[in-house]
């Protein structure tokens, strides 16, 4: 059961906001990830997983930065959403990045505008998988 | 909702008329059009307008926010973004970061005062915000809140976009707001090429409408109720937001009503599988209005909802406050009431009004609002009869300004738009509810102690993406 466990530190770069509707909706009964062993953490020193959303802003680059570098080893960045992944809507605006996902290295990506709750439970399956082989 | 454009070319006469216009009607915003031209939005019972005015180069724009500071970020925005210079502002700072900066906070100082910052990563799954507490031990005396981390420079993105394809951008500028945005969006549009839609289009967009409504505060009252302390509450809440979202989904093919309301009526995915909608949304309609009675009687939530983040009438009206914050604190403006628009000319919304602008007084705007908008749903579906919806009319959008609004989860959305001859945008500006109502968060603040922030925020909670878009 330990190796499945999973802190999951979330940010947001620059999201529309739906990435976060739904990954508030895995908290509810229907997803319960705190079955699965997963826990949305408040800290990035309890984490081990890092979702990231957004295409990357310019005003959240320094933070996104941060808040990454203080996340012990090992852990894996998480790109969620289609903008996170690099081609969303505000893919090529002036103040967008190329993704948050992208910028901060994902070693594996969610899918979606925004994705599924059922879509990101996999997700971080996944991840979950990448991360007991580090 | 065609508006009309008022041009005024003295200086001083625009700044007595936007003055005396923000004090009568309601104010929509503030923003700079192509090149050194300003344009001050309004709404009243008729419909938008607006008061434009083309600025002499080099010449400075007189400020409007010593006297009206419901302005004051428009202003921010306009010198930031457009480089309109005012003379004597109330607040000379950007609005947002510069080169990846956030400017200086203002912060109270005084004996016994201290000042600390948080964000702009916050402990939940919320959005980036930056905000300043001055407080003397737990007391709030002043908080600046900081937002545009969200800032992708939509606007400018969207410029040269042709008007029918800039819609699907429209819709994701932010999630939480996004249905109301295309609906308002799509009115523009519409109302510029002379495009009338059918009563039954204009029926399913009024039901799409109001589920925004519904997924949001119910979703609010969800968040309400854990800040309080009360978590079979939060689950209870949070399991009804995710059927709501899944009845949206039903609903219109997204769970968010992406795409749902588009220029020219409804997409082809709104109400394809009608009897699994009805059913579905009957059940949720009693399971929401069942959550609601249990809330409104849990005696130690109630006690944490009164008293706190008083908003205070006066400051309001003065920071402009919309939506259920403005209801929540003696106001009584509903767009959806005030100026009908679609199938609201028929179906009316009753506002739901409050006086104590406590925290208590914005979850029951929100509670009597969800079971006006059960209602109004229930009604418009016994209208629209379950008969297929005539199909999207295609259309080539015609050139010219509009400013369209309605009434969002979190008040008045409204879009700005400049369609040039070859129907692509020349300018697109978006003024959301939150935009109109954080600095009134802020104030609400005051006096109250640090650990209650959440629950303040919550009784509010506004979007950070369509305020920096």
């Known amino acids: ?134 | 909702m065609m508006s009309e454009t008022i041009w005024i070319d003295d200086p001083a006469l625009l700044r007595a008329r936007v003055v005396a216009e923000s004090r009568r009607s309601v104010l929509l915003g503030a923003y700079a059009g192509l090149p050194n031209e300003l344009h001050y939005a309004f709404l009243d019972s008729s419909g938008a307008y607006a008061f434009s005015h083309r600025l002499a180069a080099g010449v400075k724009a007189r400020a409007v926010s010593r006297e009206i500071p419901a302005l004051s970020w428009d202003e921010r925005e306009m010198a930031q973004e457009s480089g309109i210079v005012f003379d004597e502002p109330a607040d000379d700072r950007p609005l947002r970061a510069v080169a990846g900066r956030m400017p200086q906070a203002i912060v109270a100082n005084g004996p016994g005062l201290m000042h600390f910052v948080v964000g702009p990563v916050h402990a939940g799954i919320i959005e980036a915000g930056r905000f300043t507490f001055s407080s003397g031990g737990e007391t709030v005396v002043h908080l600046d809140a900081q937002l545009g981390y969200a800032h992708r420079g939509v606007e400018k993105h969207c410029r040269g976009v042709h008007a029918l394809e800039a819609a699907r951008l429209i819709a994701r500028i932010c999630a939480g707001c996004g249905a109301s945005r295309s609906f308002a969006y799509a009115r523009g549009v519409e109302a510029l090429a002379g495009v009338i839609l059918a009563p039954e289009v204009e029926f399913a967009r009024l039901i799409l409408a109001e589920l925004e409504r519904v997924h949001n505060h119910v979703g609010d009252l969800a968040a309400s109720a854990s800040s309080a302390g009360w978590m079979p509450g939060f689950i209870m809440g949070m399991n009804l937001k995710e059927r709501a979202m899944r009845l949206c989904g039903i609903a219109s093919g997204h769970r968010l009503l992406f795409d749902a309301i588009v220029p020219g009526g409804v997409s082809e995915t709104v109400f394809a599988d009608c009897a699994t909608f009805y059913s579905e949304f009957v059940v949720l309609a009693g399971e929401i209005r069942r959550f609601l009675a249990r809330l409104f009687t849990h005696r130690s939530v109630l006690s944490r909802w009164r008293h706190a983040g008083v908003l205070r009438a006066e400051a309001a009206q003065a920071f402009g406050a919309v939506g259920p914050a403005h209801r929540a604190s003696g106001g009584s403006i509903d767009v959806r009431a005030y100026a009908p628009y679609g199938a609201y000319a028929q179906l009316r919304a009753t506002p739901a009004l409050a006086k104590h602008g406590d925290v208590m007084a914005r979850c029951t705007v929100k509670h009597d609002e969800l079971l006006d908008s059960l209602k109004l749903v229930q009604e418009t579906w016994n209208r629209l009869g379950g008969a297929p919806l005539p199909s999207r009319i295609r259309f080539a959008p015609r050139e010219g300004v509009a400013v369209a609004a309605v009434e969002g989860p979190r008040g008045a959305e409204t879009v700005m738009l400049h369609i040039a001859p070859d129907g692509r945008l020349s300018r697109l500006h978006v003024v959301s509810a939150s935009y109109r109502t954080w600095p009134a968060v802020a104030f609400a603040m005051k006096e109250n102690i640090v650990p209650d922030f959440p629950l303040v925020n919550k009784s509010f909670n506004l979007c950070y993406a369509c305020v920096d878009r």
């Open chain 1, 1 to 134: 059961m330990m190796r499945r466990s999973l802190g999951i530190r979330h940010l947001v770069c620059g999201s529309c906001n739906g990435c976060e509707h739904e990954l508030n909706t895995l908290v509810s009964s229907y997803y319960d990830v705190t079955q699965e062993g997963w826990d949305f953490v408040a800290s990035p020193r309890h984490a081990d997983v890092v979702t990231v959303t957004g295409p990357m802003t310019e005003s959240m680059r320094e933070a996104a930065d941060a808040t990454v570098a203080a996340v012990p080893k090992p852990f894996i960045v998480v790109a969620v959403g289609d903008c996170a992944a690099g081609d969303g809507p505000w893919s090529g605006a002036s103040c967008a990045g190329t993704g948050a996902g992208v910028e901060l290295n994902a070693a594996a990506t969610i899918r979606g505008c925004p994705p599924t709750p059922d879509a990101m439970k996999d997700g971080l399956r996944e991840a979950a998988r990448k991360l007991s082989e580090y």
